[in-house]
């Protein structure tokens, strides 16, 4: 059994959210799997997702602020300036976070531990909408 | 056709650990797939999984050094602070590590390059048992 | 509806490359996928796989200088030396960068976002040919 939809996240601010309420209020689906895997797809090369704590959001914001620490602004090596100071950053935390999620479900729900929330990361300081392909596959 | 399981992983110190034989071990019903994939997630947000050398132990050794290095104890910008000086470091290393992996199974074995193994990344520094949950799917 | 097939990359320098036209080149069987999802794993603890920017080639070049500054050759506390100044450093991208992606099919075509592309990370200066594992499936 296969489910696949296409999900627009509404913009947010550069940083982690939690986008778990999102997501899940999208695939009313979920409860006619009762044991499968859900995929989430970020089709942007400046966003990522992940899973991390869901309660404290200073995880969140931490979380943020050693990736920007990390992967500086205008290092002196990049070449790809063109699109704004904050582009190049964006590609890297991409590839250092990851464009995609794979979440086992079980009995009609993501089967998340109890501390662990998705995440978006929007990389870009202005990055509008962002699109996400979820597919559920189970039975 | 699909298999879903929660294994109990023991115990371990900080760092990178082999536990593709405890894994293997705890998954009889590999056999029984074809072709398919193998999914494993570990419930935590302070723990890890990935793949990489399953012969020097000095591979593990130096991968948890070199985060160590880079992901601080006590930076002046962390606020996730009350849970202990490894806990937001460990959230970081979570989230850079990844919290899945999938692999593909062929003929009843995963099939993992030669000198491939799956590591858990424990991240705190009394973590605990660690849930992960195993979907094997395929034909 | 189950695919599997190891296709081998050919050797490339030390870097990012798009390979997105070489791994579609060797799967015609997507077009037999009306949903569903592609899994690419490459067996080697020394390279990786990630989706980014198709377009300009400095994001590319931008990428492996980033990772070259941040995992260094010949740390004072790396003990796994043996195999060459670029080993360990191999192991570590690797492990950061990840080992597999897993990306939605629909209509007979990989869901790739406009600007997303599949880029193999190879992280030793002379890796040679890559053996990677494709497993397609959905309906």
Request: hydrophobic share 40%.
């Amino acid at each position: 059994m296969w489910f696949q939809k296409t999900i627009v996240l509404k913009p947010r601010s550069r940083g982690f959210h939690l986008i778990t309420a999102e997501i899940t209020a999208n695939l009313p689906e979920l409860e006619q799997f009762r044991q499968g895997l859900a995929h989430f797809f970020i089709q942007h090369t400046s966003a990522s997702l992940t899973i991390n704590e869901n309660a404290d959001a200073d995880v969140r914001r931490d979380l943020e602020a050693y990736l920007h620490a990390q992967v500086p602004e205008c290092a002196s090596y990049y070449r790809h300036t063109l699109e704004g100071d904050d582009d190049m950053p964006a590609h890297i935390k991409a590839t250092l976070v990851g464009n995609s999620i794979t979440i086992p479900v079980r009995q009609g729900r993501l089967a998340l531990g109890t501390w662990q929330g998705i995440y978006l990361g929007e990389h870009r300081t202005h990055g509008g909408a962002r699109s996400l392909v979820a597919t559920l596959h189970g039975d």
